[in-house]
C-alpha cells in the first residue's frame, strides 16, 4: 500500500503532482492511501504494494473535467483525494464517460464540486473586514470566516483582485490567508481569533437599516441566501430581528404616507379630455364605447395607481393595427397612445415609411402605466405576465372590433400578449407569423428599446429596421384593396 500525505498549503496542486506519478507508475486506485497534513493511521500503512500491472498510464482528459476535479478536491470529505484519483484514471481508460451522473463518481464528484462552488460564493458575500493597526503605509483589515469546506485557497483570490490597494489578512480554522504588499500566501492557521470591531462597524449598521426594505421581508428566502450560521460574524445580523419585527408597522406608515402623484381634480379633468379625443372624427360608436368601458377597468392592480387608462385610438376599419407595450409617463397624463418620447420615434419613423397614424389603429397590449415612484418621477415599469394576461381581453375586444388585415408588434410585451411569447424579437422580427385567426402579425423594435440604446450607430441601425418594418406591414394590410 502506497500513502501518500499531502501539505495542508498547497494541497490541489500537491495531489495533481502525485497523481500525475502514481498514473505514470501504474499504481491502481486501490493500491494509493490519502490523506492531508498527518499520515494516515491504517492497518495496511507501510505494507507491500498490493500486486498489480504496472503499465505506464498518459492520462487524458476531458478539459471540461479538471477544474470541476480540482474545485471538487476542496471539499471536506476526506474520500476526495481517492475518489478523485480513481475517477481520472477510469477516464483516461475510458471506462466512464464525464458528466455521466449515472456513475457514482462522476456523481459524487460533480455534487461536491457544486457544493465548493456554493461555499466560496457565500465566502465572498460574508467577509466582513476589519481595520487593525497595520505596518507600513497601506491601511490594513482583517476578517475570520468558518467554511464548512477547506476553499480558502480557491477563493482568496477573489480579495485579492478586488482589494489590491490594501494589506489584509482572512483567518479560517483551516488556513490563513495572508496579502501583504500585492502578495497573497498562505499558511495553517494557528490560534483562530477574531479581530476586533472598528468605528465602520456602526456607520454600516446604519447604512443597513436605511436600505432595509420592509415590504418585501421573506425571512425563508432570507435565510436561504444568508444562512443564520453566518450571522455571528456579520455586525449587521444584530439589527435583523428587529427590523423583521418592525416591517409590518413600517410598511402601513410607508403607505400612509405615501404621495398622491396627480390630484384628483386633474385625474377628473384627463378623463373629459380622453372621452373629447375618442369622440373625434375616425372614432365610430363601437370603439368609443369599448374605450368609455376602459375607464372602469379593474382587472389588475395597475389600476390604483395610473391616472387614467389610454385606449386605443383609430379608425373602426383600419386595415393595420400597431400595439405597443403600454402607456408611458405623458400617454399616462394625456390619455392617448405614443405621445411622449418613444411617440415622437414613433411618429418619425411612420412618416419615413409612408404609414399614416391616422389610418391605423393604435393601442398598447397593457392599458394603464406600471411605473414605481422615485421623488416627483414615476420611473417605467416593464408589465409582468398577470398584466399582460389581464389585459389581453381588452386587446382582443379591439382586434375583433377592427379587424385589422395586418398587425404590427413593436417589442416583446406586444409579441406576448398576441402569440403568447416575447422572446427572439431580433430573430423573429421583419418576418410575417400567423395569429390564431389567420391575422398576419408582424414583430419590431419597440421605440423606447430605441431610446435606450448608448451606441449611436446601433441606434440608427434599430430606427432604420423599425421604418422598414412598418413600411412592410403597410405594404402587406394594402395588399388586395
Known amino acids: 500500500m502506497r500513502e501518500v500525505v499531502l501539505p495542508r498549503v498547497g494541497t490541489v496542486a500537491a495531489w495533481r503532482r502525485e497523481a500525475r506519478a502514481l498514473a505514470q507508475d501504474g499504481v491502481p486506485a ?14 495496511f500503512a507501510g505494507a507491500e504494494p498490493v500486486a498489480a500491472p504496472r503499465e505506464a498510464r498518459r492520462l487524458s482528459l476531458p478539459k471540461a473535467a479538471i477544474q470541476t476535479i480540482e474545485t471538487a478536491l476542496f471539499h471536506s470529505d476526506p474520500e476526495r483525494f481517492a475518489r478523485a484519483y480513481r475517477l481520472i484514471l477510469r477516464l483516461s481508460a475510458r471506462e466512464v464517460m464525464w458528466g455521466d451522473r449515472a456513475d457514482r463518481d462522476v456523481r459524487t464528484l460533480l455534487e461536491h464540486a457544486k457544493a465548493v462552488g456554493r461555499d466560496i460564493h457565500k465566502m465572498h458575500a ?15 483589515f482583517a476578517a475570520w470566516f468558518e467554511h464548512d469546506h477547506p476553499c480558502l485557497e ?137 374605450a368609455a368601458d376602459l375607464q372602469g377597468c379593474t382587472r389588475c392592480d395597475l389600476c390604483r395607481h395610473a391616472t387614467q387608462v389610454v385606449p386605443g385610438e383609430g379608425p373602426k376599419e383600419a386595415a393595420l393595427m400597431i400595439v405597443g407595450e403600454q402607456p408611458g ?17 414613433f411618429d418619425r419613423a411612420a412618416t419615413l415609411a409612408g404609414v399614416e397614424r391616422s389610418a391605423a389603429f393604435v393601442t398598447n397590449a397593457v392599458k394603464h402605466f ?62 410575417a407569423e400567423l395569429l390564431e385567426d389567420g391575422t398576419e402579425m408582424l414583430l419590431t423594435w419597440h421605440p423606447s428599446y430605441i431610446l435606450r440604446l448608448q451606441d449611436e450607430a446601433a441606434q440608427a441601425r434599430a430606427e432604420a429596421e423599425l421604418v422598414s418594418d412598418l413600411a412592410l406591414a403597410r405594404s402587406l394590410s394594402e395588399a388586395g384593396r
Open 329 to 345: 409617463d405623458h400617454e399616462d397624463l394625456k390619455g392617448r397612445p405614443f405621445v411622449g418620447p418613444a411617440g415622437q420615434v
Open 154 to 290: 480557491r477563493g482568496a483570490p477573489f480579495f485579492a483582485k478586488r482589494f489590491g490597494d490594501m494589506d489584509w489578512v482572512i483567518a479560517t480554522p483551516d488556513l490563513t490567508a495572508r496579502f501583504t504588499d500585492g502578495t497573497l500566501r498562505f499558511e495553517e492557521t494557528k490560534a483562530p481569533e477574531r479581530p476586533p470591531e472598528d468605528a465602520t462597524e456602526e456607520l454600516w449598521r446604519t447604512y443597513y437599516a436605511s436600505i432595509f426594505n420592509p415590504a418585501r421581508v421573506m425571512v425563508k428566502a432570507m435565510c436561504a441566501e444568508m444562512p443564520r450560521k453566518y450571522w455571528k460574524n456579520l455586525p449587521e445580523a444584530e439589527l435583523i430581528p428587529s427590523l423583521i419585527d418592525g416591517a409590518e408597522a413600517r410598511v402601513r406608515a410607508m403607505a400612509e404616507a405615501q404621495p398622491a402623484m396627480v390630484p384628483d381634480r386633474r385625474a377628473l379633468a384627463l378623463r373629459d379630455h380622453a372621452a373629447r379625443v375618442l369622440a373625434k372624427p375616425g372614432a365610430d360608436g363601437p370603439v368609443a364605447a369599448l
Open 370 to 431: 406600471k411605473f414605481s415612484a422615485r421623488g416627483r418621477r414615476r420611473i417605467h415599469q416593464r408589465p409582468d405576465a398577470g398584466e399582460v394576461e389581464a389585459c389581453r381581453w381588452w386587446l382582443d375586444l379591439e382586434r375583433e372590433l377592427v379587424k385589422p388585415r395586418v398587425i404590427l408588434a413593436m417589442g416583446a410585451t406586444a409579441a406576448e400578449a398576441l402569440t403568447g411569447s416575447g422572446k427572439n424579437i431580433a430573430r423573429r422580427r421583419g418576418r
Open 30 to 43: 486501490e493500491a494509493v492511501l490519502w490523506s492531508r497534513g498527518e499520515g494516515a493511521q491504517d492497518l
Open 126 to 140: 460574508f467577509v466582513r473586514f476589519r481595520e487593525v493597526e497595520g505596518e507600513g503605509e497601506r491601511r490594513a
